[in-house]
């Protein structure tokens, strides 16, 4: 009895002459991976950060010295950030949940791919500052940390709709 469920108690058929007991989901039992996908929440969180602050501090610099706009890409890369600093926390709330943790990875693992491909594209050269070397490979991070995160929620989505076994006996 965890977590205010009470036990779990035989069903039985129409004709009252078999017990089918069904075994417990594969969705109820804990999971080992637990730590694994909270340890890689907080590692996308953190990445997010970083990315935040360096797009910030960049977007910042360049419209104090050169009174331009600093491109699409860089605010791109800046508001996916926020976007992720913002809504990520829920994360931690939802990943007892597969079916909401499963679209909310998949939406930010999309939109972190196209910002990981904005700073290949911008920032890959050996002629540019280190910060967006770091800036590059923080979004790196966190795209892969939300890549396997959207595929251990399809896995957990996939296990909890899965019985493990079904048994049924003649009641004498």
Do not use: C
């Not at 251990?152 to 049924?168: E, G, I, N, S």
């Amino acid at each position: 009895m965890a977590f205010g469920r009470g036990p779990r108690t035989p069903h039985t058929g129409t004709t009252g002459t078999t017990t089918t007991t069904t075994g417990t989901t594969r969705g109820d039992r804990p999971s080992i991976f637990n730590p694994i996908l909270s340890l890689l929440n907080i590692f996308v969180w953190i990445s997010s950060v970083i990315v935040l602050g360096i797009a910030a501090y960049e977007i910042h610099q360049f419209k104090k010295y050169y009174d331009a706009y600093p491109g699409a890409r860089i605010v791109y890369i800046l508001v996916i950030a926020v976007f992720t600093v913002a809504f990520f926390l829920l994360s931690f709330l939802l990943h007892p949940r597969p079916g909401y943790t499963l679209l909310f990875n998949l939406i930010f693992s999309y939109l972190w791919l196209v910002s990981v491909v904005f700073a290949a594209q911008s920032w890959s050269s050996r002629h540019v500052a280190r910060k967006w070397h770091a800036m590059e490979a923080f979004t790196f991070i966190a795209f892969f940390g939300l890549f396997f995160n959207t595929l251990y929620a399809w896995w957990q989505q996939h296990r909890a709709t899965v019985p493990t076994r079904t048994t049924t006996a003649a009641v004498v």
